[in-house]
């Protein structure tokens, strides 16, 4: 996520709920990549865990650029 999404988001985070959950969402899926990132080898079903998480992530992330569209949507009619 480039650095300006991210301060776009934290603008929105303390009057957007849905927005503030995806956020952590995604803070938490990304520490439990780097977690399996740091592992020297992975089980099966560690990595498909790891696949699973990365999903999710991205699923976390598409929702938050989604809002944050609808936003700038938003500032850009007034």
Excluded: P, V
Excluded at 13 to 33: F, G, I, Q
Excluded at 53 to 76: G, P, T, W
């Amino acid at each position: 996520m480039e650095r300006r999404d991210e301060e776009l988001i934290r603008q929105h985070l303390t009057h957007d709920d849905e927005l503030k959950r995806l956020y952590e969402e995604h803070l938490a899926l990304k520490r439990k990549l780097e977690d399996y990132r740091h592992k020297a080898h992975l089980t099966n079903d560690e990595e498909i865990e790891e696949k699973r998480i990365q999903k999710l992530k991205l699923a976390s992330k598409d929702r938050m650029m989604e809002i944050l569209h609808r936003y700038q949507a938003a500032e850009a009619a007034h």
